[in-house]
């Protein structure tokens, strides 16, 4: 009898081990994310350890393109089709508003003791009606990279305050840089397509001329003033001076190339690039630093507020499971070791006094007032139609860019479409 006991038990073991192995014991969760710089990779380590903390759980890594707008636009297909190919979605600072009635309420789940520890007017931003709909994973700023070794072989004792000056140094540097033999080198680099990038660089222009913020947070429209359209002209007039002519067709990663390979003197971009900047195969390795962007005729300078968050779609066949990942995706250990290894700036607050951190991105301590001060695209104020608002402002800014208006034409049109989508 005991012995047939043993066997059975054995048998149950054998047979229990033989369907886990199958797979019919093990969940998959889907985790789209981004693949800019090290998005993906780290996402993946993170993934490994989660895995090996939790063997019915095998989670696939879905890379989701470079330019947020085709990512949202890939993401609106899933919801669209109700799909529950994806769990968890590396979603933007702006959509919350946009797309909050396709994703869980992770209140539900018990996130609030995973974001006490968070910045509350990011956690403010992903909630929607009352609904936890996202957890804030990164936040981004826009910067000014500049190489420190140029800035001193032309005698310039600090990096630019103003735009003039950024102006005046560009050109320089560029006319040396030529004429010592570099005949791809640029003044300035930073995003010129025609996508949500776009929005970022043109929101700074317009901040640090004075010239609001397209719609400000009581719903007044005000993109079309003087200040506004003059910003969008300054930027017009450096396309083809002291910023390739391609720049109307750059996103984040293709100025971090060509500054990375040494060849331009500034760039506007996220704090991503500077992990990667900082590379041993970078070519720019020790040579250049960060500083806020320069101010505009307003006398300040302005940093686009950005950030991703982590969010579970509703239509997940496994909500709960999706959301226990989120939480050890987002949490301080893991946002500590994206902010050594990629620059992703933590959501967490404590890790801006971690010394490690500290250690491996210096600006993260000295520029957290511009990180605070950051200025937000008026995605609450316009939801559910920011998406729309936005397509409207980088469109008409972009045909700015290429020559086939100007900025007093374009905030005309701006402001009369954006009434029309507002219904004002
Ligand atoms: C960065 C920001 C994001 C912004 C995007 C624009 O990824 O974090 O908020 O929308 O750049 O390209």
């Known amino acids: 009898m005991k012995k047939i006991i043993l066997v059975s038990i054995a048998l149950l073991a054998l047979m229990a081990t033989a369907a886990f192995a199958a797979g019919s014991g093990v969940i998959t969760l889907t985790m789209a994310t981004g693949a800019v710089g090290h998005e993906y990779d780290l996402s993946v380590v993170s993934a490994k350890e989660y895995m090996r903390l939790h063997p019915g759980i095998k989670v696939e890594v879905l890379k989701t393109p470079d330019l947020t707008t085709d990512r949202l636009g890939l993401f609106l297909q899933y919801f669209e089709a109700k799909s529950s190919d ?8 702006i959509w919350p508003g946009d797309i909050a009635e396709n994703l869980v309420d992770l209140n539900r789940y018990g996130a609030s003791k995973y974001v006490k520890d968070m910045f509350p007017a990011m956690v403010a931003n992903d909630t929607v009606k009352g609904r936890l709909v996202a957890v804030p994973w990164f936040t981004d700023a826009g910067l000014l990279y500049y190489r420190a070794d140029l800035l001193a072989k032309y005698g310039y004792k600090h990096p630019p305050k103003t735009w003039t000056e950024l102006e005046t140094m560009a050109k320089t540097i560029q006319d040396g840089e030529r004429a010592a033999g570099n005949q791809d080198f640029w003044g300035y680099v930073w995003q010129g397509n025609s996508y949500e990038g776009l929005t970022c660089d043109g929101l700074e222009w317009l901040v640090s001329n004075g010239g609001g913020s397209i719609v400000e947070p009581d719903g007044r429209i005000s993109i079309d003033n003087p200040k506004a359209a003059a910003a969008l002209d300054m930027a017009a007039s450096w396309v083809g001076s002291i910023s390739p002519p391609g ?7 293709d100025a971090r190339r060509v ?3 040494g060849n331009a003197a500034f760039m506007r971009n996220w704090p991503y690039a500077y992990s990667l ?3 041993s195969d970078s070519a720019i390795k020790d040579k250049f630093d960060v500083v806020p962007l320069p101010a505009g005729s307003a006398g300040r300078a302005a940093a686009a507020l950005g950030g991703w968050q982590l969010a579970v779609s509703k239509y997940s066949k496994h909500p709960k499971e999706a959301a226990d990942l989120l939480f050890f995706m987002t949490s301080e250990r893991q946002q500590k070791m994206r902010a050594i290894d990629g620059s992703f700036q933590p959501t967490v607050k404590a890790l801006y006094k971690d010394k490690d951190v500290l250690k491996a991105v210096p600006f993260f301590g000295k520029l957290f007032d511009v990180f605070m001060a950051a200025a ?6 316009t939801a559910p139609h920011y998406a ?3 397509k409207v402002f980088y469109s008409e800014c972009h045909d700015v860019l ?3 208006q100007t900025g007093a034409e374009a905030v005309k049109n701006m402001s009369d479409e ?5 219904g004002q």
């Open 259 to 261: 500054f990375q390979a």
């Open 402 to 404: 290429t020559g086939k």
């Open 277 to 279: 900047g900082q590379a």
């Open 388 to 390: 729309e608002v936005s």
């Open 86 to 93: 994806v769990d968890l979605m590396q979603i933007d600072v």
């Open 376 to 381: 937000p695209r008026p995605s609450t104020v």
């Open 418 to 422: 954006i009434k029309g989508i507002l």
């Open 247 to 253: 720049v109307t067709g750059y996103g984040e990663e």
